[in-house]
């Protein structure tokens, strides 16, 4: 606490929840109604209606302020109430205590993984490149301490350390918990403002050591002297006091690089937080943590550790520690962000062009006829457990950001909500296996830099990882969207133009990019092979609908570019190729393909069969209609064939048994044949159209085209065969069609 500047004087401290507190140096003759005068001078409120108290109880005007401090003390804490509008009153909003200010938040964010991954983030922001979490069990002595209260806080703890060192704007920054100092900065990724104070899940006293100081956060404010939050040491000017409070300080000693020689040096070269765990239900939350619980966020962490650096640009490593009792150190998980070997300059190269463009964009530059930079590398994510199992993902990734004049509205926003309209977007590589490549289920998720937490509002329903610098909810969990509720956000319109603008921009540049990279992967590992690109096109049947504006603007591009790989082994442009829906690797299919690429035409597989999505009502009317013209080869790939099971299946030309559909008959009613209702054609069709059908099976005597209807899964008797005495009403050519 600083020394009072005159000893004579005592200091009188007003407490008021709406102007504030107010410092006067008194002597100690002054009456309780002079300090009413001065307040009165100060803020305007007149004396008469003002009440002063002491400890809880009204003072007289006309005690004298030395009569109410301790011997020895210089220092006197007064509470100001005032009686409202009346007679000139104080009138105004007030801000709730900072322990309720804290819990408001914590209701907000939940606790859980995503408090380590904000941690991450403000190592980001700050430009390291490493970042370590350590539980430790270590119990520190309790003698000598800066209060008596504090020794609660000397026993286990969750510590994260990283490699770079507060600023002091970061300094300024943590201790300015209603607003970001960070949003005035498009680069932090850590901008909102609340991500540090979610570590009030796990503790009540946090503490700082970087740099030449150390500091200790007290919300509660008892630690350090009534209404004072924290207190700061610095290494160099209070180095008695340190060293007097040895105790209090020795946590800070012997781990991630400092030691008792860095308090001699006056200086620790990173950044070193220290959350005592809770022990007991406090005013701030009800939370006890212990091992099990810290263990549990590790595993949380653990569970998407192969993404979280895939956007960074700074951190390229985290690890996950812990010391047990007796001072053994082990690493429990590690997980790191490396260059490919033979593009060892890539990333550095394209994130280099990115700053340029972000600086670009943020100095109102036009972008004259650039529009949308992208840059483009290759990066390998490797995850190694305690046990050193080592798994390793590859990745695709392209950055990408808007420049000025693509979107005015987009500038708007951006300039009014301190906005970058940076864009990522991340292939997964796997290894080369056939036609494999990456895989067509993979689930996309949407990223603000760091991952969002998993679950339906983060699904994206496309086959690569999306980061933005999205507009998040308050609890920084989701991405706004504008919904009736929300219809005017300018947040929620900002991401809506994103997706519409930027987004396929990147995602074409990453397409066409992944077929560059196969093309010439005779001189480079690329893992991904032909066929494998396809699988990163995003199938519009499964694009979450906030997506879908992505798929028009990117398709319209795309199938402009030779990104169609034809069975010769050229990559083609759509509108260049004849595409194959034959089953490769039956004769006649080979000697078709052969034929057509003979005649000089590329030929390519379809990519992906569309499936008809109308009413059950449509599909009928659609099959009466195919059916009109007895052409019923057009029948083929149809999903129009009508079950009784209520569902639909398409058309083959398999001659498969298991693929048989029946048709019921008086002979045969479908109630002797239970369970079997996808087997059977819905008897409730009009007869026309039943009609058709078994012209339709008829039609494949002779050198007619077979025109099988595929079931979508056998019938399952005790013999897994079809019943005996049904399989003349099979929809499929023999001798005879029915019995």
Request: glycine share 8%; with cysteine; charged share 20%.
């Amino acid at each position: 606490m600083a020394a009072n500047p005159d000893p004579r004087l005592l200091r009188v401290t007003v407490l008021h929840e709406y102007i504030g507190h107010r410092v006067f140096q008194v002597p100690p003759s002054v009456a309780v109604g002079d300090v009413k005068q001065r307040i009165h001078e100060d803020t305007g409120l007149p004396t008469a209606e003002q009440q002063l108290l002491h400890n809880g109880k009204p003072l007289r005007d006309g005690v004298q302020t030395g009569s109410l401090v301790h011997p020895g003390s210089h220092e006197i804490f007064m509470t100001l109430q005032g009686r409202g509008l009346k007679g000139g009153g104080r009138f105004g909003q007030t801000t709730p205590p900072l322990v309720e200010f804290l819990k408001d938040i914590l209701r907000r964010y939940p606790e859980g993984g995503q408090i380590l991954k904000e941690l991450i983030q403000n190592a980001e922001d700050a430009g390291a490149t490493a970042v370590k979490f350590m539980y430790d069990e270590t119990e520190y002595g309790q003698e000598s301490l800066w209060a008596n209260d504090m020794a609660q806080y000397q026993g286990a703890a969750l510590y994260v350390y990283n490699n770079a060192v507060f600023s002091t704007e970061d300094w300024n920054g943590i201790q300015e918990i209603a607003r970001s100092r960070k949003r005035d900065d498009p680069l932090k990724v850590g901008r909102f403002g609340i991500g540090f104070n979610s570590v009030y899940h796990i503790t009540d006293v946090p503490s700082i050591f970087s740099g030449d100081q150390i500091g200790v956060l007290d919300p509660h404010q008892t630690l350090f002297g009534p209404h004072e939050s924290g207190q700061c040491w610095n290494l160099r000017s209070d180095m008695k006091e340190i060293t007097e409070h040895a105790d209090q300080f020795a946590p800070y000693a012997g781990l991630f690089g400092s030691s008792e020689q860095t308090f001699q040096d006056g200086s620790f070269p990173g950044t070193l937080f220290r959350f005592p765990l809770r022990v007991k239900p406090s005013l701030l939350s009800p939370n006890i943590y212990n091992k099990e619980k810290v263990l549990e966020l590790f595993e949380s962490f653990k569970a998407d550790a192969d993404t979280v650096l895939l956007f960074l640009k700074s951190v390229q490593e985290v690890s996950l520690h812990m010391r047990e009792s007796d001072g053994t150190e082990r690493t429990l998980f590690r997980v790191t962000a490396g260059e490919d070997p033979d593009g060892k300059l890539e990333r550095p190269g394209s994130l280099k062009s990115l700053g340029l463009a972000i600086d670009s964009y943020g100095n109102g530059v036009p972008s004259g006829g650039e529009g949308v930079t992208c840059a483009t590398y290759q990066v390998n994510i490797e995850t190694q457990d305690e046990a050193k199992e080592t798994q390793r993902t590859t990745w695709l990734v392209c950055n990408s950001v808007g420049g000025r004049g693509v979107c005015a509205e987009l500038d708007a926003l951006a300039d009014d909500l301190k906005f970058i309209p940076a864009i990522g977007i991340a292939l997964p590589l796997t290894p080369a296996h056939g036609d494999e490549g990456a895989s067509a289920q993979f689930p996309g998720r949407a990223f603000c830099f760091l991952p969002l937490p998993p679950g339906e509002e983060s699904a994206t329903g496309l086959p690569v990882h999306v980061s933005g610098f999205f507009g998040l909810t308050d609890n920084r969990r989701s991405i706004k969207w504008r919904e009736v509720d929300q219809w005017r956000d300018p947040a929620a319109l900002w991401n809506e133009l994103l997706v519409l603008t930027v987004i396929p921009r990147a995602y074409f540049t990453l397409l066409c990019e992944a077929v560059r990279r196969i093309q010439t992967q005779e001189d480079q590992d690329f893992p991904l092979p032909p066929q494998g690109a396809y699988a990163a096109w995003p199938d519009p049947q499964r694009v979450r609908s906030h997506w879908k504006p992505i798929l028009e603007p990117l398709f319209r591009d795309l199938l402009q570019q030779k990104v169609v790989y034809s069975l010769s082994g050229s990559w083609m442009a759509a509108q260049e190729v004849v595409f194959s829906e034959l089953e490769e690797g039956e004769a006649v299919s080979q000697a078709v393909i052969g034929f057509l690429q003979a005649a000089g035409l590329q030929v390519a597989k379809v990519l992906r069969k569309t499936r008809h999505k109308g009413s059950s009502q449509e599909k009928l009317l659609l099959l009466e209609f195919v059916l009109g013209d007895a052409c019923y080869s057009e029948l083929i790939g149809l999903e129009l064939l009508p079950l009784q099971n209520e569902t639909f299946v398409a058309f083959s030309s398999s001659v498969n048994e298991k693929d048989a559909v029946y048709i019921t008959s008086e002979e045969y009613p479908r109630t002797l044949y239970p369970g079997l209702e996808g087997r059977f054609v819905l008897d409730s069709i009009k007869p026309t159209v039943m009609n058709s059908l078994k012209q339709a099976a008829k039609s494949r005597a002779g050198e007619a085209p077979v025109l099988l209807p595929q079931s979508l899964a056998p019938a399952s008797t005790a013999s897994g065969q079809a019943p005996r005495s049904v399989r003349g009403l099979q929809l499929r050519f023999r001798d005879r069609w029915w019995t």
